[in-house]
């Protein structure tokens, strides 16, 4: 007579999951460590390396997809290990509060090269509640002309955010697309220019 083993629990899951982590965060096996957390502007994939924050991914970007582009690009050994982002999740909640001006998480920029990184290597020069057009950016990344590269750039941009890309702008002053989707961006704008005026 066989018998049927009892069911796994959640708790004995939750168990289980936070051994592996701290088993691969031990043996140096975790290169890709991730959460979600809730935003004002929708759920957030967070993603670290050892080097820093690697990815901020919005809902519209699909994190199942993120997730697999990273195992792609990065490493394929990726696990949700929620306690590694603690400091990224904490410096969010406090940026939403309007109590953080800028963040102070090491970045990992691997997923951007050339042009594209020298623009979001600047945009952390353009001060929080301030906009810069896109061919300020340009200028100031060293290609006056490339505009539209400036463009694609923010929209590639891997750790929005805590890279604020949010802050580039159109010359007329609009705010232009967003990777977080427009209504986004305008929710970014707004709260940097109402924490900025109680300031």
Known sequence: MTTTPAPVTGEQLTRLHA????????????????????SPVGPLLLARTPAGVVRVAFAVQDHERVLQDLAERVSPRVLE??????DVARELDEYFAGARLTFDVPVDLRLTAGFRRSVVEHLPDIPYGRTASYAQVAAS????????AVGTACALNPVPLVVPCHRVVRSDGTPGRYAGGDAAKQALLELEARVGRAA
């Open 141 to 148: 990344a060293g290609s006056p002309r490339a505009v539209r």
């Open 81 to 86: 290990a929620p306690r590694a982002l603690d």
């Open 19 to 38: 051994d592996l982590v701290a088993r691969a965060t031990a043996d140096g096996l975790l290169d890709v460590a991730y959460r979600t957390v809730d």
